[in-house]
């Protein structure tokens, strides 16, 4: 197996796994309406061996890192939910989550089995707790739901024992890794499809514009095919990993569409804070503020510590201030990170010979941008306003900035510049040279 291949197509996945942590809608993140402060539906507190909802764990495990955690968690459900909808929302989104585990388990894919096994855990609890206590039992119920919601990032882990596969089979190349993620994702969409099915028969009324998207979704993979056969491989892979990663989150807005029809809701609101909401400990929430930058833990820790009351609501504004300006951090590196990649290409086909080489010496000569420093300046303050007029990040801005310099350096000089093209170049005798050299 070609190693640097294989690095490519993993880095690939790692992108679209970060992807779905932002942006997968999730069943676990459910809720939608005003906020109705108590006064409307129930508000039940109950405790729960080991319901970890923010991750997949089974019943007789505790996290490893946090062993001094306690192995009760209190869940409040906020929704006026009867043991019967709750039941029921467990079933129906274990029957339109099924097609996507079973395909994991056909791959041997660990995860299909946790989330399977940790779901029907909790699903039996709620059906013996019924004839007990059918408060506990709902909320049994609901989160044995939750963590079938999970289950779309199966998808991932499918892809990754898929190219695995292929490279034990076959001299291993960049084409063949393209190809396989068609594969998987024409199987996807199969399986996407049988889900539909299911949900459509449970009598639901399909989210949205699901159609539209399972079509567009369609003529993507055709795009797809025909971007490899013409030998444009960079394109096709990155258009590959977007439709394969288009297809999860469109699973993933099926079983949202389960939630938000059970409970109610607006399938197109974020559905989630007030469905469940996980209660801890003050020995908990003091691990918590272990991992908060310093100025945030000594504000809260010390109200900890002398027992006063914690306000949340304080908590969260501050916590959301951190992220606010870690993202602009982020935001910040992306914009240099885009910017010293134009620049290669820039001063790259600078000394090119042919006609676009000279057009753009000449368009340098003319904005006076021969020196380096001056031109990091201008391409800086080009990537900046393509920044905040577009609201674009990592590879689309860097599409898009090329695309406005091109234009710039075509207008002024009368040659046609593509520096887009000259950027793909660039990329396939970089992988080319890694691979020989290996």
């Known amino acids: 197996m070609n190693a640097s291949i294989m690095r490519i197509a993993n880095i690939g996945l790692i992108a679209l796994i970060l992807l779905s942590i932002m942006y997968l809608p999730s069943a676990i993140v459910l809720t939608g309406g005003k906020e109705d402060h108590g006064q409307h539906g129930s508000r039940t507190?109950?405790?729960?061996?080991?319901?970890?909802?923010?991750?997949?764990?089974?019943?007789?495990?505790?996290?490893?890192?946090?062993?001094?955690?306690?192995?009760?968690?209190?869940?409040?459900?906020?929704?006026?939910?009867?043991?019967?909808?709750?039941?029921?929302?467990?079933?129906?989104?274990?029957?339109?989550?099924?097609?996507?585990i079973e395909w994991g388990i056909e791959y041997n894919v660990s995860i299909a089995r946790t989330i399977l096994r940790t779901g029907d855990y909790f699903l039996n609890l709620s059906k013996r707790e019924a004839s007990i206590?059918?408060?506990?039992?709902?909320?049994?119920?609901?989160?044995?739901?939750?963590?079938?919601?999970?289950?779309?990032?199966?998808?991932?882990?499918?892809?990754?024992?898929?190219?695995?596969?292929?490279?034990?089979?076959?001299?291993?190349?960049?084409t063949l890794v393209i190809k396989c993620i068609i594969n998987k994702s024409i199987e996807l969409k199969q399986i996407l499809l049988e889900a539909k099915k299911i949900y459509v028969e449970l009598g639901y009324t399909l989210p949205p514009d699901f159609m539209n998207k399972t079509a567009y979704i369609e003529q993507q993979i055709n795009s797809t095919i025909k971007l490899l056969e013409e030998n444009y491989t960079v394109y096709a892979y990155r258009q590959a990993m977007r439709t394969y990663h288009d297809l999860v989150v469109l699973y993933g807005e099926l079983i949202k569409g389960v939630?938000?029809?059970?409970?109610?809701?607006?399938?197109?609101?974020?559905?989630?804070?007030?469905?469940?909401?996980?209660?801890?400990?003050?020995?908990?929430?003091?691990?918590?503020?272990?991992?908060?930058?310093?100025?945030?833990?000594?504000?809260?820790?010390?109200?900890?510590?002398?027992?006063?009351?914690?306000?949340?609501?304080?908590?969260?504004?501050?916590?959301?201030?951190?992220?606010?300006?870690?993202?602009?951090?982020?935001?910040?590196?992306?914009?240099g990170n885009v910017v010293g990649i134009i620049l290669s290409i820039v001063v790259r086909a600078s000394q090119f010979p042919?006609?676009?080489?000279?057009?753009?010496?000449?368009?340098?000569?003319?904005?006076?941008?021969?020196?380096?420093?001056?031109?990091?300046?201008?391409?800086?303050?080009?990537?900046?306003?393509?920044?905040?007029?577009?609201?674009?990040?990592?590879?689309?801005?860097?599409?898009?900035?090329?695309?406005?310099?091109?234009?710039?350096?075509?207008?002024?000089?009368?040659?046609?510049?593509?520096?887009?093209?000259?950027?793909?170049?660039?990329?396939?005798?970089?992988?080319?040279?890694?691979?020989?050299k290996r």
């Not at 801890?280 to 009351?309: G, Q, T, W, Y």
């Open 45 to 100: 507190n109950t405790t729960i061996q080991n319901t970890i909802t923010s991750s997949i764990t089974t019943p007789t495990q505790t996290r490893e890192q946090t062993p001094s955690l306690s192995k009760s968690y209190r869940v409040e459900i906020n929704v006026s939910l009867s043991y019967d909808k709750a039941i029921l929302l467990a079933y129906n989104v274990r029957n339109v989550s099924y097609p996507i």
């Open 133 to 174: 206590n059918k408060t506990t039992a709902a909320v049994h119920a609901v989160v044995a739901a939750i963590h079938y919601s999970h289950a779309p990032i199966i998808a991932y882990p499918v892809l990754s024992a898929s190219l695995k596969q292929y490279a034990q089979q076959y001299n291993y190349s960049f």
């Open 259 to 335: 939630f938000a029809e059970v409970l109610g809701v607006n399938p197109k609101e974020h559905v989630s804070d007030r469905l469940l909401v996980k209660k801890v400990s003050v020995r908990e929430l003091d691990i918590v503020l272990n991992k908060l930058p310093k100025h945030i833990r000594e504000k809260i820790a010390e109200k900890i510590m002398n027992k006063e009351h914690v306000c949340w609501k304080e908590f969260e504004k501050t916590v959301l201030k951190v992220a606010s300006e870690y993202r602009e951090k982020v935001k910040e590196k992306i914009i």
């Open 354 to 436: 042919n006609e676009t080489g000279k057009a753009i010496r000449e368009w340098r000569i003319q904005n006076q941008l021969m020196n380096t420093i001056r031109l990091r300046e201008y391409i800086g303050d080009l990537v900046k306003n393509v920044t905040e007029n577009y609201n674009l990040t990592g590879i689309q801005l860097l599409e898009k900035c090329l695309q406005i310099l091109s234009e710039r350096i075509t207008r002024a000089t009368g040659v046609e510049v593509d520096l887009e093209h000259i950027f793909e170049s660039m990329i396939k005798i970089h992988i080319t040279h890694h691979i020989h």
